[in-house]
């Protein structure tokens, strides 16, 4: 009994051994018909990207590295109404706003070394604080990137439609330290989106 045991085991496990050439032209065409559903063409209109340039804030040097530093800025006009007279159309021609760009710049020209991650939020404008959902803009391992003192975010995938469209919005710089930083950091925000149809 165990002799069978073992030679079935065996054969099972040379099966397995062996390559599978009929399988392949199968997992080929798989492959492509993947590859073909997954990328569709976006067929959004935009209408007109917004800007929201100079937001400027401090990160105080000997910032506590075990908690995140929370830098926030209330009453932010969202300017809705200027970029809606300027491309005449109303907001119920904007399906979504889709964050488009954004740079984090020390004005001191100092590296930010120090940083482990960075989250942008926005939320509307209340005395509530934004949610990791609210983010529109994050980096994280900076450790892993050359010291620099002008940092690309990455955009996020969040329709921020619900904010924008509203005169006022609530946003919040999130910052993850690696360690505290040794000197203050004057910095500057800059951030676009992009309206679409």
Request: some cysteine; proline content about 6%.
């Amino acid at each position: 009994m165990l002799c069978i045991r073992s030679a079935q085991i065996m054969r099972i496990i040379s099966i397995l051994k062996q390559p599978t050439y009929t399988m392949r032209p199968y997992l080929i065409v798989l492959f492509a018909l993947f590859t073909l559903f997954a990328c569709r063409r976006d067929n959004r209109e935009p209408l007109f990207d917004m800007f929201y340039p100079n937001f400027q804030f401090t990160v105080q040097a000997g910032e506590n590295p075990i908690l995140p530093g929370s830098y926030t800025l209330t009453g932010v006009a969202t300017r809705i109404n200027t970029y809606l007279g300027d491309f005449n159309t109303d907001t119920t021609n904007i399906s979504e706003i889709n964050a488009l760009e954004a740079t984090l710049t020390s004005l001191d020209g100092e590296d930010y070394n120090f940083l482990q991650g960075i989250s942008v939020r926005i939320c509307p404008d209340t005395p509530e604080p934004c949610i990791q959902a609210d983010e529109v803009f994050y980096l994280e391992d900076l450790q892993r990137f050359p010291e620099d003192d002008r940092i690309e975010l990455i955009p996020g995938l969040r329709n921020a439609r619900r904010v924008l469209i509203k005169e006022r919005f609530r946003l919040e710089v999130v910052m993850f330290f690696a360690f505290s930083p040794q000197l203050n950091y004057r910095s500057q925000l800059d951030m676009s989106f992009r309206a679409f149809e």
